[in-house]
């Protein structure tokens, strides 16, 4: 097996085991913000949330097996480590962005939800014909 | 609801002030005010009785639901970014009479109050 193999194979198992950890803290602590804006209502929650993970791992994946090629022979093991940094960096970068992304779409759905639970407070006091 | 529209009594200067102050605050619902029984009130609502929306404040919201009086004030301060919770307290059954009672005072003085 030649250096740059190795240095392929340790790429994606790095950002395949990077990736699937993001996404199962996402799974497991974005639930509990989805059922307060889905009103507790579980299947709705863990249906959206599962939703969310799914995006989750296709964007990751897609940017991780685009960003494969190294574009030159790895000669050695430094090099090999230095290329394999730099992958598995970028990886890391995405991965934290799509991250953010992810959080700020929860918190915009918890503050919408909150927003639509302000109904009016007082009945009015009489409505008007629709024209 | 995204709009609450204000019939207040444009004769009377305390009301033009209420007026004033109100539109210079942060809204969460977009309030437009018009002087109540006037052409462009009766325009938007011919089926509302004006000679009523003279005596007290109105709010009509665009879905047509109208408040009148205490609840017209309470969905006034419930339009307003920084008196949203004044409106959830004065709301409260406990609380509602008081508030009728204070506007009331307030609509039949109001003449004598804002000289």
């Not at chain 1, 960003?67 to 890391?92: C, M, P, Q, R, Y």
């Not at chain 1, 799509?98 to 639509?116: I, W």
Request: net charge positive.
């Amino acid at each position: 097996m030649s250096a740059t193999l190795i240095t392929y194979l340790l790429y994606l198992a790095i950002s395949i085991a990077l990736t699937i950890w993001v996404a199962r803290t996402l799974h497991k602590n974005g639930r509990v913000f989805l059922l307060d804006v889905f009103g507790q209502n579980e299947s709705l929650a863990d249906s959206v949330n599962h939703l969310l993970v799914v995006g989750f791992y296709l964007i990751n994946l897609g940017y991780i097996a685009l960003h494969l090629e190294i574009g030159h022979v790895v000669v050695d093991a430094v090099e090999g480590l230095e290329a394999l940094s730099g992958k598995v960096g970028t990886v890391l970068i995405v991965l934290g962005l799509v991250h953010f992304v992810n959080l700020l779409v929860f918190a915009r759905m918890r503050r919408r939800g909150r927003e639509k639970a302000e109904g009016i407070p007082v009945r009015p006091d009489e409505w008007l014909p629709e024209r | 609801m995204q709009r609450l529209t204000v019939l207040y009594d444009s004769d009377c200067r305390l009301c033009r002030a209420a007026r004033h102050w109100l539109d210079g605050q942060r809204m969460l619902v977009r309030m437009r005010f018009l002087p109540a029984a006037s052409p462009e009130a009766k325009q938007a609502y011919p089926n509302l009785d004006h000679d009523r929306a003279r005596q007290e404040l109105h709010v009509v919201s665009d879905r047509g639901a109208v408040f009148r009086g205490a609840h017209a004030w309470v969905m006034c301060l419930w339009a307003l970014e920084r008196y949203r919770p004044w409106a959830r307290l004065a709301a409260r059954p406990a609380n509602l009479p008081k508030a009728e009672r204070l506007v009331h005072w307030l609509a039949t003085h109001r003449h004598r109050l804002g000289r």
